[in-house]
């Protein structure tokens, strides 16, 4: 059975794009079909606002890689969700390896910053993923289980996005193998089954993070639990972005 409609193809461009490039490449892009794979651009605050009226033309989803969780303040150089709305967008990543890692961001502002997302209707993603020392010891489920049930307490089951993204895969250009994605996800979705209920549960679209590129898609994305992929260094060119949208099963 194919898998493509609904499923997501998100972009996160981190800390690339000036405006004029993020233009250039919306408008390069041929508009989404209803019933094909659906395309969230994770873009730098500088760009939003410039691209978020032809991305909606084009049925393109935008949003932001971070945001703030408090609704206005002195919170220098940070942004709400008010301001990702007004500038069009309508998503939000949330708790990124790499906001973690080099930004201290804590489960417990992960969880302020999902519900901040919920409550003015944007859809947050929220990232979770093991270090390497975390995979190898084995210890992988239970750090996964601290970030899920730390993130997503006082959480609805919609709208929301779940990336698995282990760290040891993401910028390495080698993804982890359909075996770790499948027994990982699976046991995600367990988790997410038993927080939300069966069918909340199963209906949060996971998807999987970490060196996804033309050449892996195919095989990650028949994999059961695996709703689409968040993709990085591949998502930075046009070209490579259409061969993944066109390679989903
Ligand atoms: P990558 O990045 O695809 O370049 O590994 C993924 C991510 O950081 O979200």
Known sequence: ????????????????????????????????????????????????????????QKNILVGLQNMHWEKEGAYTGEISA???????????????????????????????????????????????????????????????????????????????????????????GTAATTEQVSETMGWIRRVLIEQFGREEGSAIKLLYGGSAKPENVAELAVLDNVDGFLIGRAGLKVDSLKQILDRIP
């Open 1 to 56: 059975m194919s898998k493509r409609n609904g499923f997501i193809i998100a972009a996160n461009w981190k800390m690339y794009m000036t405006t004029s490039e993020a233009k250039a490449f919306v408008h390069s892009m041929e508009p989404m079909a209803p019933d094909g794979p659906e395309l969230i651009l994770f873009v730098p605050a500088t760009a939003l606002a410039a691209i978020s009226e032809e991305a909606r």
């Open 82 to 172: 008010e301001m990702i709305k007004d500038a069009g967008g309508t998503q939000a990543i949330v708790g990124h390896s790499k906001r973690r890692s080099m930004f201290g961001e804590t489960d417990l502002e992960v969880n302020f910053k999902v519900r901040t997302a919920q409550q003015n209707g944007l859809v947050p993603c929220v990232c979770i993923g093991e270090d390497i020392k975390e995979r190898e010891s084995g210890e992988y489920h239970k750090v996964l289980l601290r970030q899920i049930v730390g993130g997503l307490i006082g959480v609805r089951s919609a709208p929301l996005i779940i990336a698995y993204e282990p760290v040891w895969a993401i910028g390495t």
